[in-house]
């Protein structure tokens, strides 16, 4: 589109989506004859990405070679820069064979429908050894306790390759119509407002007031046009606040706190990896595809528990690899906080001046304990109606 970032690797997105009704149609009348398999939930959320155009330019789920070249590399066997497989893998591998073509059925939707019809390039048996080399590459620990690991080592060890043709985009479109949108969508909503300068903000929760004020400072120092809130619709480990929730609150928050026609709200269809600065890279691709031309990185970006670096989200991006192949650039932010002493939300790494108690600081599981016995969150942390929100779910899930 006129004005806007190249996407990744093409000069036009690629999105798998199946548009031509007649085609369609023909396509889900054939995958009624069709050897069928029920793919993982990690696998849907790659075919809703690929759908969609989110990965662009990939046309399907890669072989072994071209797996272990990503980890390994970080670049397919053709060249293209690409930071995690992207992969078919299963147990189930009962009657298929090369050429085959097969239909590959959502495990995350009642009776299982048709999500894509895939061309089989190649059916591969991964050792175990494999898996976890494959693992410590994505993950950079192999410590089943991690919730990326412990579910990328649940799939399975046959891997599936060859191109697919997508069919629809499961659940996301019926349980989040106003804000799942696909790569091509994004685009055009941001070609009509004229924006050049956009910045993308990945989150998984809800956002509190450091959250807010981290993408007003991005705004104001990168004299941006406006900000994509993008948000993770997909799994999330156990624990973590259902997309309905998240959705709500920040709507919430953006419409009452964030100048008019500053941000766009909207949610993508992927299972969250928590695989740290591989995932962070692969966030800022399918950005770029999205026509974002910066991405906020924070501390921790898509970490969990102590696994990886404060700052190697942010570190990953001096890579001379990820230098030459992305167009999209980085905002590297600090843990933000609400500073006492200066009665406002900073950036951490700005105040020298303040120790931790200058701070309004609350861990993940003090919020939960604070919400669920219906205790007020402090207006410094979170805005009372995003907190109300907050509240609520907490409160019906001890009710229960």
């Not at 809703?48 to 670049?75: H, I």
């Not at 991005?218 to 993008?230: K, N, P, V, Y």
């Amino acid at each position: 589109m006129q004005n806007l970032i190249e996407p990744h690797g093409a000069e036009t997105l690629n999105p798998l989506i199946i548009t031509n009704d007649t085609e369609k149609k023909a396509l889900i009348d054939k995958a009624k004859k069709l050897k069928k398999i029920v793919v993982n939930s990690a696998a849907a959320s790659n075919i809703v990405m690929l759908g969609a155009g989110y990965f662009t330019p990939l046309k399907g789920f890669m072989n072994k070679k071209n797996a272990f070249s990503v980890a390994d590399e970080m670049k397919t066997l053709d060249g293209i820069f690409w930071p995690v497989p992207i992969l078919n893998i299963t147990n189930d591998i009962t009657d298929i064979s090369v050429d085959d073509e097969i239909a590959l059925l959502d495990p995350n939707i009642d009776n299982n429908p048709v999500i894509a019809i895939q061309k089989i390039s190649a059916i591969e048996r991964l050792s175990d050894d494999e898996i976890n080399n494959l693992v410590k590459k994505i993950f950079g620990t192999d410590d089943v306790n991690h919730p990326g690991v412990k579910n990328f080592l649940s799939l399975g060890n046959n891997l599936i390759s060859g191109d697919i043709k997508v069919l629809n985009f499961s659940y996301f479109p019926d349980e989040f119509p106003d804000t799942f949108a696909t790569a091509y969508e994004i685009r055009e909503k941001i070609q009509k407002t004229g924006w050049k300068k956009i910045i993308a903000f990945q989150t998984r929760n809800p956002m509190h007031r450091a959250h807010e004020e981290l993408c007003k400072m991005a705004l104001e120092r990168l004299q941006a046009d406006g900000i994509l809130i993008h948000m993770v619709l997909g799994k999330l480990k156990e624990g973590d606040i259902p997309g309905n929730v998240r959705n709500q609150a920040i709507r919430k928050m953006v419409e009452l706190y964030f100048p008019i026609n500053s941000a766009i709200i909207s949610g993508f269809g992927f299972d969250m990896l928590y695989a740290g600065p591989r995932e962070a890279l692969l966030h800022a691709t399918f950005r770029q595809n999205c026509g974002c031309t910066h991405l906020i990185i924070g501390r921790d970006h898509a970490g969990v528990g102590d696994y990886y670096g404060a700052f190697e989200a942010q570190e990953i991006f001096d890579m001379e690899i990820v230098k030459k192949s992305l167009k999209i650039e980085i905002f590297s932010a600090d843990h933000t906080a609400y500073s006492k002493k200066l009665n406002k939300v900073v950036m951490m790494r700005d105040v020298e001046d303040h120790n931790k108690d200058d701070f309004v600081l609350l861990s993940g599981t003090k919020v939960r304990e604070m919400l669920s016995n219906g205790m007020d969150l402090p207006e410094e942390f979170a805005r009372k109606e995003v907190a109300d929100i907050l509240m609520n779910y907490y409160q019906s899930k001890e009710n229960v």
